[in-house]
């Protein structure tokens, strides 16, 4: 395994076993990095897409086809954004995400009768600017209130239905009931989600027995990887974690479901250390390697995320995990993001561990920035770890 200089190893390890392919995964305890060293792994990797990417409102060609630059891939891009802007508040990080905003005059893909989660992603960071900016332009957030409105107004609850949609979608829930103060969106967050954990495929997309998601109905048993396993999709699972984690930092403690996001989100986090690979990332298969294996770094950065904000809320053991994401934070930045800030290792989009293969440190995916966006994600919550 390479290790990042600025990391010493300070002699422990931590021997995890449990259910899984990799049972026998080895991690060392490693020291906790500089902010500086974070935040110029982050600074690099987020000025080389910038540059590649002057106008914030230009459409994107992923997959050789034109999109509308609002899409969720540039929203998850602008999460990541905001989250490095919270930890270096630098203006023009602010500027980006507010040309964006105001190219796409505040609006949403499909417009505001979506019922579509991919396409609800961008009022997260709407709703971010709006706030910053002293809530002095209503009209940011228009659009997507209107959006999630139209949805409430009816009893369909059913929308998510793959497992990414969670994290697209649910912190605008959880956001719109801050801002304004009502509990109905935390309610009609909780009773969607709900319906993905519960009822889509079969019985749920969670498996309460592996304590992982399917990413869809497409993987609920009897679907099988070849190696005789569940499929659990890497980064399928990271946007779980993701979802649970800035919905917990909104939700309010004593809204009547805040438990069950919280166990929730610990428990997913407890399935990941067994299977961690000896490099310090996950495959793309979480429980067969042999399928596609290799390193992959979207998965793992959301995992770190998660990891990283658990022990700085204090709501996971800090002893068991931050040896954990620590590994798998220096693997990222040693084996992923290159010396001028392109990011190697990651999937291209799509649902399961065939998607965008093979791999490579030098392989450009189809879209290149929720990649970015969840490398600053992951590194938001390292920098403040102490």
């Known amino acids: 395994m390479k290790r990042i200089l600025s990391g010493s190893i300070l002699g422990l390890t931590l021997v995890l076993t449990g259910c899984g392919t990799q049972k026998n995964t080895t991690a060392s ?15 690099r990797a987020n000025s080389y897409f910038m540059k590649k990417w002057p106008d914030p409102g230009a459409p994107t060609f992923g997959g050789g086809k034109e999109r509308s630059s609002n899409l969720w891939t540039r929203g998850v891009y602008y999460e990541g954004l905001m989250a490095l802007y919270s930890v270096d508040p630098k203006k023009e990080y602010y500027d980006y995400a507010l040309q964006w905003g105001e190219r796409h005059k505040w609006g949403l893909r499909g417009g505001v009768e979506t019922r579509h989660a991919d396409n609800h992603c961008a009022g997260q960071t709407y709703i971010d600017l709006y706030e910053l900016d002293g809530k002095k332009h209503p009209e940011w957030v228009k659009d997507i209130k209107e959006s999630i409105d139209l949805m409430m107004a009816t009893d369909k609850i059913d929308d998510w239905n793959w497992i990414d949609a969670l994290q697209m979608a649910m912190p605008v829930y959880a956001k719109l009931g801050k801002l304004y103060n009502d509990p109905r969106y935390y309610e009609r967050n909780y009773q969607m989600y709900a319906y993905t954990k519960n009822k889509h495929g079969v019985n749920g997309l969670y498996n309460p027995e592996d304590k992982l998601w399917w990413r869809d109905k497409d993987f609920v048993p009897p679907y099988k990887e070849p190696n005789g396993q569940d499929c659990y999709w890497s980064r399928g699972d990271g946007w779980v974690v993701a979802a649970l984690a800035r919905t917990l930092e909104i939700t309010p403690k004593t809204d009547p479901h805040y438990a069950e996001y919280l166990q929730d989100f610990k428990d997913l986090l407890s399935a990941l250390p067994p299977i961690q690979r000896e490099d310090g990332l996950w495959n793309v298969s979480l429980h067969d390697p042999t399928n596609f294996g290799g390193k992959e770094m979207t998965g793992s950065a959301l995992f770190v995320y998660g990891m990283a904000y658990g022990i700085n809320n204090g709501i996971i053991d800090r002893k068991t995990y931050l040896p954990v994401l620590l590994k798998a934070w220096n693997a990222i930045v040693t084996d992923c993001v290159q010396p001028n800030g392109f990011l190697g290792w990651v999937q291209g989009t799509g649902k399961e561990p065939k998607d965008g293969q093979p791999l ?24 403040k770890l102490k």
Request: aromatic content about 8%; hydrophobic content about 35%; charged content about 30%.
């Open 29 to 43: 305890v490693e020291k906790i990095p500089s902010k500086a060293s974070v935040t110029e792994v982050m600074e």
């Open 360 to 383: 490579s440190v030098t392989k450009e995916p189809d879209f290149e920035d929720y990649g970015l966006g969840c490398l600053l994600l992951a590194g938001s919550e390292v920098y």
